[in-house]
Structure formats: structure tokens, C-alpha cells
């Protein structure tokens, strides 16, 4: 048997103002958009399109989105941490961490928040 997460689905206020966030400043390409019963949704991936996320944006909410205490954070990878944080940041996103090489791992490291407020890790992986 075998298994993978193929994406996942959060909820946003203006799926347009979303999908522009995650296309035109994360990187990520728009897959599909689905249209339920008082939802409207969008998929986008990266460039291998083996994972992506899935933008919701429910016609009868209003308002900020509630994140509760369950959900912590987005991971984004990318070949250039310092690059996609300083473009986000100018895009308008929240800096919650500038980059950063870890020690411990042979990766640099840089936090957004996006559109939303969901908290985003930007992730830049070394070869060592």
C-alpha cells in the first residue's frame, strides 16, 4: 500500500486576493477552481505538481477567518528563502522571522504571514 497528502484546503476571506498572494508572490501555479453549493474554491501547486493547497472561500461568511489553536503553519520551499521573504514582505505580508540558517539542519528558514494571517514557513533546503 501506498500513500501521500496531495493538498490541503484552507479557508480564506477573498479567494481572489488569495490566489493572487500564493500565484504572483509564493510561486505557485493555479491548477483548478471548483465551484460547490455556496463555496467557491481554487487549487494551486508547485512546480512539480505533486503538492499544493486548496483556497476556500465560503459565500455565506464574512469577515476574518477564525483560525482556532489547531492550525500552526503553511511550509513553502523554495531555492531562494532570502529572495521569496524579501518578496513577500514588499508584496505586503507580516514578517515573523527574517531568514535564518539553521545549524542544526542544513536549511534557511524565514516566516510570513499571508493574506489571511495564517503564519507561513518559508524553507530553503542546502545540499552538505
Aim: aromatic residues 8%; proline residues 3%; glycine residues 8%.
Amino acid at each position: 500500500m501506498q500513500t501521500n497528502v496531495g493538498h490541503f484546503c484552507i479557508n480564506v476571506a477573498d479567494l481572489e486576493r488569495s490566489v493572487t498572494f500564493y500565484e504572483e508572490v509564493m510561486g505557485l501555479k493555479l491548477d483548478q477552481r471548483i465551484q460547490i453549493p455556496n463555496v467557491n474554491e481554487a487549487i494551486l501547486v508547485g512546480q512539480d505538481g505533486s503538492s499544493g493547497i486548496q483556497l476556500a472561500e465560503h459565500l455565506d461568511r464574512t469577515g476574518v477567518i477564525d483560525h482556532g489553536n489547531a492550525f500552526w503553519k503553511l511550509y513553502i520551499h523554495t531555492d531562494d528563502c532570502e529572495g521569496l521573504f524579501r518578496k513577500a514582505i514588499e508584496a505586503g505580508s507580516t514578517s515573523n522571522g527574517a531568514p535564518q540558517r539553521l545549524e542544526q539542519w542544513p536549511v534557511t528558514i524565514a516566516f510570513i504571514t499571508d493574506p489571511d494571517g495564517y503564519e507561513i514557513e518559508i524553507v530553503q533546503s542546502h545540499s552538505e
